[in-house]
Nanobody
Framework: QVQLVESGGGLVQAGGSLRLSCALS????????MGWFRQSPGKERDFVAN?????????YADSVKGRFTISRVNAKNTVVYLQMNSLKPEDTAVYYC????????????????????WGQGTQVTVSS
């Protein structure tokens, strides 16, 4: 059973930075795409960024380009990081890590239906 464990959320002032982590419990051929989504109260879960575990190629939502960076470390297991800089109050949300199967391009996996496993979510609050 694949599990995702997230950490790194918290409260930060506008303009500040946070780094989220998502650890995949084990390496498996089932998983080649890992991504971050976020959900604010009353809104749908939106794509933030993703990365192909095998190649490291990435894609980003327009709202976070230039401010957020997704990366991964492949060792005994895979850990994906989301470095968030220049945070804005509108970035406030619960951030979820997802894992899914292989896709040809990271940009093909920007919907939550593209992911088969999810973490528990971590709250990010940006104060103005």
């Amino acid at each position: 059973q694949v599990q995702l464990v997230e950490s790194g959320g918290g409260l930060v002032q506008a303009g500040g930075s946070l780094r989220l982590s998502c650890a995949l419990s084990r390496r498996t051929f089932e998983i080649d795409t890992m991504g971050w989504f976020r959900q604010s109260p009353g809104k749908e879960r939106d794509f933030v960024a993703n990365i192909k575990v095998s190649t490291g190629s990435t894609s980003y939502a327009d709202s976070v380009k230039g401010r957020f960076t997704i990366s991964r470390v492949n060792a005994k297991n895979t850990v994906v990081y989301l470095q968030m800089n220049s945070l804005k109050p509108e970035d406030t949300a619960v951030y979820y890590c997802g894992a899914g199967p292989w896709v040809d391009s990271a940009s093909e996996a920007s919907a939550d239906r593209d992911y088969t496993h999810w973490g528990q979510g971590t709250q990010v609050t940006v104060s103005s």
